[in-house]
């Protein structure tokens, strides 16, 4: 099997996983550990994943629990793959996970070089290709995600409720990670999860606050999206964003997006409250980041990205509105910020408690 990048890069390995051609963009992880947690990340449907850390599969794939019910990425490229899994929760390997859920791997690629050349060029299409002759022909039937309506294959097909505790929590799922939805309810927090698509708005009135979720994709193709989360802002709902959420509500705000060169993923991204001037190790996955500069006046910019300066987090100066571009619910990788949780539902239990300390629920300064 090779990995064929746009530019006529070809990266030869031996396949594992699925015997399938595959169309994405390449991106890269740099985390050590967590590939189970990875995989299922809905942020990376429509993509082929090369993880930079040159072991991949030594304590196999547990039962669960994941961040989706199915593997998200379009393909799997490692250096070295590890078919006798080591750990005592192991239910099966690697491969035969990727070959249940029909997705292609190789290993035996210098991912080092190949994470290289994408830092340098940039993130670029790819192909996974197995062995065989009119390649070209090949590219062109490879399966591929049309992406700008990848959100559609990644929500979910209906409404539901978990029960948890005395607040409710309308989250709203662009592919939203269940450890998220599992962060909430360990806080005393029931959980209304509602695809994006759904009509969420008739529940508005009867919840306590919302939730932006995660999701793969260009925040900017989302634009009838954005205007109904204006809806939520209008209403003056408790609102907090995590990765895709957080753009979203950033153009919901009037401010803009664009596009990284190679994008944010890893365990060990470096990030600043820029009111504390606190830093934290956080866990990150996303192509693309918010324009700081477009940010209305009544905005300000919360987190930064010490790499690269990049915005991090934003919040209203005033009204109960704020996201961040990291993941506090990261598993795995770091939970240095998992107290973000903490502050969004105490406050969303502080306004239900005192609604007379806000006007249409808009907290006042």
Known sequence: MDLILADGSVFPGRAFGAARDVRGEVVFNTGLTGYVETLTDPSYRGQILVMTYPLQGNYGVPAGPFESGRIQVQGLVVTH????PSHHAAVRTLAAWLADEGVPAIEGVDTRTLTRRLREH???????????????????RAHSIDMPTVVDLVE????????????????????????????????????????????????????????????????????????????????????????????????????????????HRSHNQPVMDQV??????????????????????????????????????????????????????AAAGPRDTAYLFDDFVRMVRAMKAHPERSEGRVRVP
Not at 81 to 84: D, L, V
Not at 127 to 139: F, H, N, Q, T
Not at 313 to 325: A, D, E, L, W
Request: glycine share 12%; aromatic share 8%; hydrophobic share 40%.
């Open 81 to 84: 793959y590890s078919a006798r």
């Open 122 to 140: 940039g993130t670029m299409e790819g192909w996974l290709l197995a062995e065989g002759a009119d390649v070209e022909g090949r590219k062109r």
């Open 156 to 263: 979910g097909s209906e409404i539901v409720r978990h029960p948890g505790g005395d607040i409710e929590i309308l989250v709203l799922d662009t592919g939203a990670k269940e450890n998220i939805l599992r962060s909430l309810q360990a806080r005393g927090v029931s959980v209304v999860l509602a695809p994006c698509s759904a009509d969420w708005e008739s529940l508005l009135d009867q919840v306590d606050g919302v939730m932006l979720t995660n999701g793969p994709g260009d925040p900017a193709a989302l634009g009838p999206l954005v205007e109904r989360i204006r809806g939520i802002l209008d209403r003056g709902v408790p609102t907090f964003g995590i990765c895709l959420g957080h753009q979203l509500l950033a153009l919901a705000a009037g401010a803009k997006t664009y596009k990284l060169k190679y994008g």
């Open 276 to 329: 504390s001037r606190r830093a934290y190790v956080t866990s990150q996955n996303h192509g693309y980041a918010v324009a700081t500069e477009s940010l209305p006046a009544d905005w300000e910019p919360w987190f930064v990205n010490l790499n690269d300066q990049t915005n991090e987090g934003i919040r209203h100066r005033f009204r109960p509105f704020s996201s961040v571009q990291f993941h506090p619910e």
